[in-house]
């Protein structure tokens, strides 16, 4: 099976603009979650969908969005881009709520410029 | 953000040493995972911790969760030269609205040959 894959693998954008990421999940998986990872750090929490619900949400501005959809793919969506963006946007799938194991993408490395 | 005390924070070892890692919380976790990441790729997991006091491995790698729920610990045997990489511990609360996971700092494994 094909594990969690996400685009686009690399992204460069100038301050002020917005992006868009997108995950696909394993197939089978209903959970997925964005993490930050800044270079030199642990990721971090940005949000947690599952069935198509929010259910987390972690220390980030209102300028980070997401959504699930019905395939259970998923965006994030980040606006008026700074600086301080620049990271690896991680996507990690879990096949339920309860399940401890989740599964990382090979993530999205943005620079913002 | 919240992350979870990790340590050491770098080993450089010869191949066929055996290392030692933890990682330490001041919250309790129901749930430990152990992953590598390599540069430019997202983390892999390597070992998934349950109960209090459980011990795991997978391989060469050993790990397990600490009785006061607040730590972990990962062995790795023998190293080999592929062992290089970045190992990270996650804690979890899993159960509730999220299954979220609270990295920790990271362990910088090199191995010379």
């Known amino acids: 099976d094909a594990g969690v894959t996400q685009s686009p693998t690399h992204l460069i954008k100038t301050r002020g603009q917005h992006v868009t990421l997108r995950c696909s999940p394993i197939?089978?998986?209903?959970?997925v979650s964005w993490y930050q990872q800044v270079l030199g750090q642990g990721p971090q929490f940005i949000f947690q969908?599952?069935?198509?619900?929010?259910?987390g949400r972690g220390n980030f501005p209102d300028r980070f969005s997401a959504r699930q959809f019905p395939n259970y793919s998923s965006e994030l969506n980040v606006n008026a881009l700074l600086l301080g963006d620049s990271a690896l946007y991680l996507c990690?799938?879990?096949?339920?709520?309860?399940?401890?194991?989740?599964?990382f993408g090979p993530g999205t490395r943005l620079t913002v410029t | 953000g919240q992350q979870l005390n990790q340590s050491p924070q770098s080993m450089f070892i010869q191949e066929g040493e055996d290392v030692s890692m933890n990682c330490t919380s001041s919250s309790i976790f129901n749930t430990w995972l152990w992953y590598k990441q390599e540069p430019g790729e997202g983390p892999v997991l390597l070992i998934a911790?349950?109960?209090?006091?459980e011990l795991t491995s997978n391989g060469r790698l050993t790990a397990q969760f600490g009785i006061t729920r607040k730590d972990s610990f990962l062995n790795i045997s023998a190293s080999i030269p592929s062992d290089v990489g970045i190992y990270f511990c996650?804690?979890?609360?899993?159960?509730?609205?999220?299954?979220?996971?609270?990295f920790g700092t990271g362990t910088l494994l090199a191995v010379q040959p």
């Open positions: 990690a799938s879990s096949r339920i709520l309860s399940q401890g194991e989740q599964y």
């Open positions: 911790l349950y109960k209090a006091g």
């Open positions: 197939s089978g998986h209903k959970s």
């Open positions: 996650a804690g979890q609360l899993n159960g509730g609205a999220t299954n979220k996971l609270i």
């Open positions: 969908y599952y069935e198509k619900e929010e259910r």
